[in-house]
């Protein structure tokens, strides 16, 4: 059977997502942050394979430098942006970043001139499938980075490397239209759908549903739900010895309470603290549990979103984008 240019494109662009997405979520899950280098490596397929598909879709030279100016956007999260006064101390490195800059930015605004006359609408229904339409997708990709830039700064993505991963699948997968779907076509016929990025945060997001139905198990099967405020904190907590908490990812929930009668109690709270305590504080905080007798105590693990994002890429192939196939089921 022969493989087509963009199958090819598809399957390389699949297996550069796995192997980065793997290795970022392993260095996520063990170390909880993820080095820049990493981004750095993995950036250069992305940019490889997106070159190739623009060349294989006959692309002129305004839409790869409005790929330039997809790329120089998101480059900011890693490497920074130059600032004024770097400019005027001279440094090399900064003023060839903005040289980078300012002809990407010319090759955007000439794109903008020479494709006017295609309507955005009419990309999105497929109509148009000039070299207008093709412009018009590049630069849907920088309007994806800014929302994911946006959700970062705002604190709606709360790590950096969440972020940065994100704009990482951007720039890999920009479209739909070399993702080999395997089981569903109806992300590649749907007029909208949400771009590759945001699905898979999408699906990574809907595996969180299955997260308080996997912890109420676990601790009733062992044993610590042993009274109604226990399974108030059953289905998003964890039970541990106070021992551990010191080598594991977690937030510590119980802490210690003046009690009516004078003595000192524990108090389990709902929800993890909105600052993370530093590490001095938390070893004074298990010093006084350990002072009070406590040994057992409830904790809330600090779950990366790499690790959820990784296994989203399986749905994401075979279904594409969820909200795709979830509006009709609402009739929507």
């Known amino acids: 059977m022969d493989i087509s240019e963009t199958d090819l494109l598809g399957w390389s662009r699949i297996f550069a997502l796995t192997l980065g997405m793997g290795w970022a979520a392993w260095m996520d899950h063990k170390e909880r942050r993820v080095d820049n280098e990493h981004w750095l490596v993995w950036v250069k397929p992305a940019l490889f394979l997106w070159a190739l598909d623009l060349m294989n879709q006959g692309a002129d030279w305004t839409i790869y430098l409005t790929a330039s100016a997809v790329v120089a956007y998101a480059s900011g999260a890693v490497l920074g942006r130059p600032s004024w006064k770097d400019l005027i101390s001279g440094s090399k490195m900064d003023i060839t970043v903005t040289i980078w800059y300012v002809i990407s930015a010319i090759g955007l605004v000439m794109g903008a001139v020479l494709y006017q006359a295609s309507n955005p609408l009419d990309v999105m229904l497929g109509k148009d499938t000039s070299l207008g339409a093709l412009w018009w997708r590049t630069l849907s990709v920088l309007f994806v980075i800014i929302i994911i830039d946006l959700a970062w700064r705002l604190r709606l993505l709360h790590g950096g490397a969440d972020a940065k991963a994100l704009m990482w699948v951007a720039l890999l997968i920009p479209d739909w239209t070399t993702v080999p779907l395997s089981l569903s076509q109806a992300t590649s016929t749907a007029y909208v759908a949400l771009p590759p990025s945001l699905s898979l945060l999408m699906w990574g997001g809907l595996s969180f549903l299955v997260i308080p139905f996997i912890l109420l198990a676990r601790n009733l099967l062992a044993g610590h739900v042993q009274s109604i405020g226990d399974l108030r904190l059953a289905w998003h907590a964890s039970k541990i010895e106070r021992n551990e908490v010191l080598n594991k990812h977690v937030w510590l929930l119980t802490t210690l309470i003046d009690l009516p009668d004078g003595t000192t109690g524990a108090h389990h709270r709902n929800r993890a603290p909105r600052t993370t305590p530093t590490r001095a504080a938390l070893e004074a905080s298990v010093q006084s549990l350990e002072e009070a007798g406590i040994d057992q105590v409830w904790v809330s693990s ?31």
Do not use: R, S, T, Y
Not at 303 to 327: C, E, K, S, Y
């Open 302 to 332: 600090k779950l990366p979103l790499l690790v959820f994002l990784f296994p989203a890429i399986l749905p994401l192939v075979l279904l594409g984008d969820p909200m795709v196939l979830i509006l009709p089921l609402l009739g929507l």
